[in-house]
């Protein structure tokens, strides 16, 4: 994480919202627009698909596709892609929107199919065969093509001397690992005359989302980083031949070529956009930084979202209570999934109760300084997720508050 002054931080956020009640949450306008720029730099051109997952907000989704070099929408349910891509009273709607994930929801594909502006915009994710039939089944009384995506294994499977079986190093998502796997899915879209293939993605989750500087861990650091390099270097020869494949595929049947190859995320632009068989990256956590994204060695992100919790007791020197802060983020329960107290400096989770439900106290001795209704600013751990506990975000310039907008739970959306 960037070096950042807590003191002053702390006073221009407290400005920033000192009309408001917290709990209250923000986005630090000038810290997005910094990492908005920085993602661009880092893929070098090639153009950044927006995972929604992690803004949860039309507003901060529609600002990163206002600029240059930000293409399209990674969606992760078909029911937020519908909702995404429809107009409405707030706009024309997102006319690029990739489901990220396989949906087997076939009232939403019925719906997705019965619109030939949705089926016009809208992308859906596959990786077995069973998910095609699903999604033919939910077609049946229209012949309006969808568009298809094959979500390629891009895990890392070395095999060790004696062992029987390859490692796993990566997110369990697609079966589909070899070229013949996928040749054969793709055969299967291809024979479909109510399917059409017009893309590939390859979600290498274990240099994306792993960090490669954990803080104390400088044995580790050195594992991950070369885990991850030889990673890269396979990827780099297996991705193309598996395109090539496609493509030569879709050549052979006489359809359309390839609309993109999507790759990375935000811990990986660089090795992605340098494959040229790759034509387009991902990006999400990095417009907001959370804490997940501290430990990387490549690049430095600006903290550019925080929740504030209002301080309601002093159990005793040392320590201060604050009203709610249980915002767990997902995946493997242990306490890198805990909020971080940031501003004021030198405060920690207690031990034995962390972050709570109704209360979370706090230990150290910045709690001395704090009175009753003071703030304690927190990040969180991972960046969409936030915004399932607020219906609203603050956004701040400087040490104004310049506008109030809605996240999904603010419009009444919850998708998963």
């Not at 803004?55 to 909702?83: D, M």
């Not at 489901?99 to 502006?117: N, W």
């Not at 229209?142 to 190093?169: A, E, F, N, Y």
């Not at 506990?389 to 999904?408: E, K, M, P, Q």
Request: a neutral charge.
């Amino acid at each position: 994480m960037a070096w950042v002054n807590t003191h002053a931080l702390k006073q221009r956020f407290d400005a920033a919202t000192a009309g408001l009640e917290a709990p209250l949450a923000i986005v630090d306008l000038g810290a997005f627009d910094a990492n908005r720029r920085d993602l661009a730099r880092r893929a070098g051109g090639c153009p950044i698909r927006v995972a929604s997952k992690s803004l949860r907000s039309r507003w901060a989704i529609n600002e990163a596709l206002r600029h240059a070099q930000f293409n399209g929408v990674l969606g992760y349910t078909l029911p937020e892609a519908i909702w995404l891509a429809s107009p409405d009273e707030s706009g024309p709607g997102i006319d690029d929107v990739v489901v990220g994930y396989p949906t087997v929801d076939r009232r939403a594909i019925a719906e997705l199919a019965s619109s030939e502006l949705l089926a016009d915009r809208i992308t859906l994710m596959v990786d077995d065969v069973a998910q095609l039939a699903l999604i033919e089944s939910a077609t049946r009384h229209t012949d309006r093509p969808l568009r298809i995506c094959i979500d390629v294994d891009s895990s890392w499977r070395p095999k060790p001397i004696g062992r029987r079986q390859p490692l796993h190093v990566g997110a369990k998502r697609s079966p589909l690992h070899s070229v013949d796997q996928v040749r054969e899915i793709a055969r299967a879209v291809t024979n479909s005359p109510r399917l059409r293939l017009v893309g590939l993605m390859f979600y290498e989750a274990q240099i994306a989302g792993v960090g490669n500087q954990p803080r104390g861990h400088a044995l580790r650091g050195r594992a991950i980083t070369l885990m991850q390099s030889a990673s890269t270097k396979e990827l780099a020869i297996r991705r193309p031949e598996i395109v090539r494949c496609v493509s030569d595929l879709l050549r052979e049947v006489g359809r359309p070529p390839l609309e993109f190859v999507n790759a990375g995320g935000t811990g990986s632009l660089e090795a992605s956009a340098a494959d040229p068989s790759v034509t387009e990256v991902t990006a999400g956590s990095g417009f907001l930084a959370p804490t997940l994204f501290d430990n990387y060695r490549h690049f430095s992100p600006v903290p550019a979202s925080a929740f504030a919790l209002p301080v309601v007791r002093r159990p005793g020197p040392g320590l201060v209570t604050v009203l709610g802060g249980g915002y767990i983020a997902s995946g493997a329960a242990d306490e890198t999934r805990l909020p971080t107290p940031w501003l004021p400096g030198d405060l920690s989770l207690d031990g034995q109760e962390g972050a709570g439900e109704v209360q979370t106290p706090l230990r150290g001795e910045a709690a001395d300084e704090l009175a009753i209704g003071d703030r304690v600013w927190f990040r969180h751990t991972k960046a969409g997720e936030l915004s399932e506990h607020f219906n609203n975000l603050c956004l701040i310039r400087g040490s104004d508050l310049v506008d109030t907008i809605a996240t999904y739970r603010g419009e009444g959306k919850c998708f998963l």
